[in-house]
Structure formats: C-alpha cells, structure tokens
Nanobody, 128 residues
Framework: QVQLVESGGGLVQAGGSLRLSCAAS????????MGWFRQAPGKEREFVAV????????YYADSVKGRFTISRDNAKNTADLQMNNLKPEDTAVYYC?????????????????????WGQGTQVTVSS
C-alpha cells in the first residue's frame, strides 16, 4: 500500500508556471512507475506525463510536450511536475498515480487502469 499526496496547485495567469509535487509513503518508492493525470470539469481524466522507476525515461501527452517536465527523487519519495507556459486549457484537477506494473509499454499508452494508487488531486486554475 502507498499513500500519495499532491501539493502545489493554485491560480496562475496564462504564461505562468507552477510546480506540483507528489509525496509518497509506504512501499519502496522506486518500485513504482509514477504518472500525472488531469481532469477538467465535464471531461474524462486524461494522461499528462509518466516517469520510469529510476527516472531515466519519461513520456508526455502531446498537449503538454515542451512545457511540462516530470521528475522524481527516489531518495525523497517524491514525483514532481514542473509546468511552464501554462494555458487556460491546462485548468484541471491534477492527480499523481503510482503503478506496480512492469510494462513500460502500458505506461506509454497513458492507460489509467495501469495505476494502482491515486492521490486526492490538486486544483490548477489558469486565467486568461
């Protein structure tokens, strides 16, 4: 079992930046693939980014590529999402998720069913 707690959300103007952090407790953090998802009002939850167990591999949704960066610190049990050049369409509740799965291919598909544990979410609002 692992508990995930997100922080760092807030209100920012378009073009601004925010850094989300996900703190994990429980089992060995390095055994999890970590992902970030988001859900806007009236929309389905969508994949944002994923990072491999050691942090050596990352993958992003096209909508955030070049603007967002996912990272992790296995010594601190954290996974962060640096968001730059934010746009109003980035407004959503952002969730971090942890997967015990061994298939990086499934992780690249952005399939939310690949993930075993979810945080409670943090609101990001980007004003125009």
């Amino acid at each position: 079992q692992v508990q995930l707690v997100e922080s760092g959300g807030g209100l920012v103007q378009a073009g601004g930046s925010l850094r989300l952090s996900c703190a994990a407790s429980g089992r060995t953090f390095s055994t999890y693939v970590m992902g970030w998802f988001r859900q806007a009002p009236g929309k389905e939850r969508e994949f944002v980014a994923v990072i491999s167990w050691s942090g050596g591999n990352t993958y992003y949704a096209d909508s955030v590529k070049g603007r967002f960066t996912i990272s992790r610190d296995n010594a601190k049990n954290t996974a962060d999402l640096q968001m730059n050049n934010l746009k109003p369409e980035d407004t959503a509740v952002y969730y971090c998720a942890a997967s015990l799965g061994s298939s990086w291919y499934r992780a690249l598909r952005g399939d939310h069913t690949f993930y075993n544990y979810w945080g409670q979410g943090t609101q990001v609002t980007v004003s125009s």
